[in-house]
């Protein structure tokens, strides 16, 4: 199948500092990936939907300044947690496929971010 | 809209004993589903999927899944549970006839396998 590699896999930065988060489609091109979110013992959570050349689409509830998304490739999209709080703190999981005719989403391993 | 539904939050089965994970979705377009398993701190693998093939879809590690229209489910079942299969599962839909939507989970279901 389709390989997305998703980097970092863990991190922790200070309080009002900035992460970003890399999601790499490795053998497709996709024209959109998808951002989610999951806090402790809950499920994945849409965040955004990243598109190409375009502006992302946010889901209600997620600030757009806080979550810069850029999806400036076909193979690649970055999440940037901006000025990260402690409550920030989540894992962060991409999605992609090689759709749009092909409905199976392949995931990055995910990012584990620790806001102190 | 679609929506999942996971009928228990959590299950708890002995080694050896069939396994059943109850998921309902709804959908207001042909369904592609799928189900997931998440263990603890790891990303997500994907068990097995139904695309609008055949409605018994086989997938790994000896998990299984049918798909029936008229009462809107798509349960998981395994033979016999085994140790390693502790885990989150999550139960998945998206619209079959488009890639390029997002997926929309269900709350998941705790898996605990008791020796």
């Known amino acids: 199948g389709a390989v997305v590699s998703q980097h970092p896999s863990r991190v922790i930065c200070k309080s009002g500092t900035s992460v970003k988060i890399e999601c790499r489609s490795l053998?497709?091109?996709?024209?959109?990936m998808f951002w989610y979110r999951q806090f402790p013992k809950q499920s994945l959570m849409l965040m955004a939907t990243?598109?190409?050349?375009?502006?992302?689409?946010?889901e209600q509830g997620v600030e757009k300044d806080k979550f810069l998304i850029n999806h400036a490739s076909l193979t690649l999209s970055t999440l940037t947690v901006t000025s990260a709080h402690p409550e920030d703190s989540s894992f962060y999981i991409c999605?992609?496929?090689?759709?749009?005719?092909?409905?199976?989403?392949?995931f990055g391993q995910g990012t584990r971010l620790t806001v102190v | 809209a679609q929506s999942v539904t996971q009928l228990d939050s959590h299950v708890s089965v002995s080694e050896g004993t069939p396994v059943l994970l109850r998921c309902n979705y709804s959908?207001?377009?042909?369904?592609?589903l799928f189900w997931y398993v998440q263990h603890p701190n790891k990303g997500l693998q994907l068990l097995l999927k139904?695309?609008?093939?055949?409605?018994l879809v086989k997938g790994i590690n000896g998990f299984e899944a049918e798909f029936k229209k008229s009462e809107t489910s798509f349960h998981l079942t395994k033979p016999s549970a085994h140790m390693s299969d502790a885990a989150e599962y999550f139960c998945?839909?998206?619209?079959?006839?488009?890639?390029?939507?997002?997926?929309?989970f269900g709350k998941g279901t705790r898996l605990s396998v008791i020796a």
């Open positions: 999605s992609a496929g090689p759709g749009p005719w092909n409905t199976e989403a392949f």
């Open positions: 053998d497709f091109q996709a024209t959109t």
């Open positions: 990243s598109n190409e050349g375009s502006k992302a689409t946010y």
């Open positions: 959908s207001s377009y042909s369904p592609s």
């Open positions: 139904y695309t609008s093939a055949a409605t």
């Open positions: 998945v839909v998206r619209n079959a006839n488009s890639g390029n939507t997002p997926l929309v």
